[in-house]
């Protein structure tokens, strides 16, 4: 069992930042890669970016060059630091992790980019 806590999300301007925090606990020894998702209003949820066990990280081609994912070690926290943010950008992101059989979703938090 593993259990994923998102925090961090907010309203921000246009060119602004924030920083999602998605808390992990329960078998994280276990957890080999952990993906960051979000769904806008009408939409499908859409894969953002993800951090493996080894530091290697992969992102969506709209976000490349704005957001960054990153993680401690132990796996207690994966990181996605979000910069330059857009309007686009609106959605409820969500944290994603893989433990076989499983697959496990936070609850999600809320990131409102308007002026």
């Known amino acids: 069992q593993v259990q994923l806590v998102e925090s961090g999300g907010g309203l921000v301007q246009p060119g602004g930042s924030l920083r999602l925090s998605c808390a992990a606990s329960?078998?994280?020894?276990?957890?080999?890669?952990v993906a960051w998702y979000r769904q806008a209003p009408g939409k499908l949820r859409d894969w953002v970016a993800t951090?493996?066990?080894?530091?290697?990280?992969v992102y969506t081609d709209s976000v490349k060059g704005r957001f960054t994912i990153s993680r401690e070690d132990a796996w207690n926290t994966v990181y996605l630091q979000m910069n330059t943010l857009r309007p686009e950008d609106t959605a409820v992101y969500y944290c994603n992790t893989v433990v076989a059989p499983r697959e496990y979703w936070g609850q999600g938090t809320q990131v409102t980019v308007s002026s």
């Open positions: 329960g078998s994280i020894d276990r957890i080999n890669a």
């Open positions: 951090v493996t066990r080894d530091g290697r990280t």
